[in-house]
């Protein structure tokens, strides 16, 4: 196991990204079909008009061309006709926590994002089957944990892509989650952070970055204590045993040999800790030899179990434009680990099974994209991507035997090692065409082939795709688009061997089936406007609606948090999200709405973890999906200048699916968030300090995000009571 040292040696290196800033709002989906054109703010530079790369480069002149090389990778990955939803870094200071604020948290101030517990976002009513990009490079897909290693600190605006994505989007299509990262080019000042407050956050980061002549680097270093590491299985004010230790390293590196090419260093580090919070006073269900149900220490209270997460990744990239000619070549590699350690004792008394979990991942691949000009109206653009992942389960288990009826047969446990692993290959290649009809009407179109081969499975789709966007007029933008998408699960299969090592114990599947989860395939359309009101003011409508075969999904199978894959052998999703926003001055406003259904039928891979009588009834019925929140809303208003700034937020959820077969549902709720920040420029030692003060949860709302119930639900969690915190940044 890589140790706690290794990450803390990486957050010497530091690391993360480089790109220009792209102005958005939070709501604002981008149809243009040039929309990815403007993305940067410094103006394209023909490399006809450099001439070989000087030894000395001033300032303005190192900015120019990272703004060339950056609008030449925009034009590699553009929208064209997905919908795109943008927050930038002003955005953030404006949501609760600001850059202290979690990842996902960021993201539920985007339309059709719902929360879910373990830090868990769903877009537009899927189960994961996200893509995170930094700065146009593929992050490798990590783990199914609840640690969540991109840091928030690290953006200087982030767009979600879904809907009828471009041809060079594969594998996780519910949505792309692409990062442009601070650069050094464009940091004005290193920052030191101080935040904390209540549940005993403690959180201290670092971030540094700078160039020199054609060399430059971003880093960013971060810890964070606190109590409630996850979601309270209760509804009180403190969780019992919920204390986290998380440390994160990112950075990025870059150098321009010439004014056509672009070496890039991408690197990340994280290495968390996570107790898993108890439900005091549950009720001893089995007896445990040496362990006496009178003693005060077998209570549920002081369960002890543990989870370390550790997620290492790098990816070196190297990029070329030239006379209409733009590519990018990254390999990647990546390691992940999730070890859950038990209380075997308390374990046993209570849940008749203790389990010591070990899941390591480790994936490597190539990804190569480029762009091409071939003619007036016409860029091509094709792609390859593959890579090879490693899986292994290995697991040291306590259980009793029973009888058949359940009963237990023995007080004495009986010890089950059992070690297993897959592999994967994930391979796919396109080609498309965005043919510019008119000033006003663009067409995308383009094919896809996708193979994924597995020790489980092996399948493989051509996937055309589609979208035309038109602009009418000047403030109207109109988009509709088709995709076929090939989404693999991710190599987590069970053998019936490992099965049948259960048998007659209580760690015994519910079912004996266990087929392999196999590949998602579905048919995705969508259409919609954006329309500009005033200068101001715009407004965006877009709906959607997907048919799918073995939709995958995700569940949480026994006490250790690592999401497993199962599928339904069909499924249905449709909706519709509304957008709006506003700025003008020192104000700025937005309001975001959507309404998701969903539908599912007849469980169809990993039947063991779920009961017979449930797996008969979705046989023979349609259910809602476990993490379908039909309703979601989301709003903010906030005034800025110089020296002030003051916010306030809301969030609205109808409830997740809960019950016997999704048939119940969790109470809706709404959340209020309060903050305000003053800056005091200039310092002694320093160019300003900001102090800042949120509220979390002003009216100390009490909600459940989770029961315990539902297809893939394993423990209850209420979102968090009230928390005020405060935080003090100083640029040097």
Do not use: C
Not at 197 to 205: E, L, M, N, V
Not at 371 to 394: F, K, M, P
Not at 525 to 536: A, S
């Amino acid at each position: 196991m890589l140790h706690r040292k290794t990450v803390l040696k990486s957050a010497l290196i530091g690391i993360i990204v480089s790109v220009s800033p792209r102005s958005a709002f939070a709501d604002v989906p981008d149809l243009s079909p040039a929309s990815d054109h403007k993305k940067t703010a410094a103006h394209p530079l023909s490399t006809a008009q450099k001439s070989a790369t000087e030894k000395s480069v001033s300032p303005s002149e190192q900015i120019h061309v990272m703004g060339h090389m950056d609008q030449a990778r925009g034009r590699i990955f553009p929208a064209l006709g997905a919908v795109s939803y943008g927050i930038d870094e002003k955005q953030i200071q404006a949501t609760p926590q600001g850059q202290n604020a979690t990842f996902s948290q960021i993201m539920l101030r985007l339309p059709g994002v719902v929360q879910d517990s373990y830090g868990e976002v769903h877009v537009r009513g899927e189960h994961g089957g996200l893509t995170y990009r930094v700065n146009g490079v593929l992050l490798p897909e990590g783990l199914n944990g609840f640690g969540q290693e991109l840091d928030t600190r690290i953006i200087q605006s982030m767009n979600l892509l879904t809907g009828t994505l471009p041809a060079q989007f594969g594998f996780r299509t519910a949505g792309i989650v692409d990062v442009n990262t601070k650069s050094g080019s464009q940091l004005k000042h290193n920052q030191l952070s101080l935040y904390g407050g209540s549940y005993q956050t403690f959180a201290p980061s670092l971030q540094l970055g700078g160039h020199k002549g054609n060399f430059e680097y971003f880093t960013t270093v971060s810890y964070n204590r606190n109590a409630i590491g996850i979601e309270n299985p209760t509804n009180s004010f403190r969780p019992v045993h919920d204390l986290t230790e998380q440390e994160k390293a990112f950075g990025y590196f870059s150098w321009h040999p010439d004014d056509a090419n672009r070496l890039s260093l991408l690197t990340s580090a994280s290495y968390s800790d996570f107790e898993i919070p108890n439900t005091p006073g549950l009720p001893q269900l089995y007896a445990v030899e040496g362990a006496d149900i009178q003693k005060s220490s077998v209570q549920s209270r002081f369960l002890r179990d543990s989870q370390t997460e550790q997620n290492y990744y790098a990816v070196v990239s190297w990029q070329h434009t030239q006379d209409g000619l733009n590519f990018q070549a990254s390999p990647f590699f990546r390691y992940g680990r999730i070890d859950y350690t038990p209380d075997p004792i308390r374990d046993l008394a209570f849940q008749g099974v203790s389990e010591h979990e070990v899941n390591d991942f480790t994936t490597g691949g190539m990804q190569f994209d480029l762009s091409w000009n071939i003619a007036r109206h016409h860029t091509l653009r094709a792609g390859v991507l593959g890579q090879y992942t490693s899986e292994r389960l290995d697991t040291n288990s306590l259980v009793f035997l029973t009888g058949s009826e359940g009963q237990q047969l023995s007080a004495t446990p009986q010890r089950i090692i059992d070690n297993s692993g897959n592999w994967s290959v994930e391979a796919g290649a396109y080609l498309q065409d965005e043919y510019k009809i008119t000033h006003s009407l663009t067409f995308n179109y383009g094919i896809r082939y996708d193979r994924f081969a597995s020790s489980f499975d092996n399948e493989g789709q051509l996937s055309p795709r589609a979208n035309l966007v038109w602009k009418p007029f000047r403030n109207t933008t109109f988009h509709i688009g088709y995709s076929r998408y090939f989404a693999p699960p991710s190599p987590q299969y069970i053998y019936p061997s490992t099965l049948a090592r259960f048998a007659g114990t209580t760690n015994a599947p519910a079912s004996p089936v266990g087929d392999a989860t196999k590949v998602e395939k579905s048919h995705y359309v969508d259409i919609g406007i954006l329309q500009r009101i005033t200068p101001e003011l715009q407004i965006t409508v877009d709906a959607f609606s997907k048919w799918a075969h073995d939709m995958t999904d995700l569940g949480q199978f026994g006490r250790a948090v690592i999401l497993a894959p199962f599928s339904y052998r069909r499924g249905h999703i449709y909706g519709t999200e509304l957008g709006l926003s506003w700025r003008k001055g020192h104000w700025s406003a937005f309001g975001n709405f959507s309404f998701v259904k969903t539908g599912a039928h007849d469980i169809n891979s990993a039947q063991y973890q779920f009961s017979q009588e449930e797996l008969d009834y979705i046989r023979h019925h349609d259910i809602q999906l476990d993490h379908q929140g039909k309703y979601t809303a989301s709003s903010g208003v906030s005034w800025s200048n110089t020296h002030h700034l003051a916010y306030v937020d809301f969030i609205y959820g109808n409830g997740l699916r809960s019950g016997f077969a999704n048939i119940d549902k969790e109470p809706q709720y709404a959340v209020f968030n309060i903050g305000y920040q003053y800056t005091i420029a200039p310092v002694p030692l320093g160019h300003a300090v900001r102090l800042r003060a949120d509220v979390v949860n002003l009216f100390d709302r009490k909600y459940q995000l989770r029961d315990g119930s539902g297809v893939g639900v394993y423990q209850a969690q209420y979102g968090q009571r009230r928390g005020v915190y405060f935080a003090a940044v100083a640029d040097f």
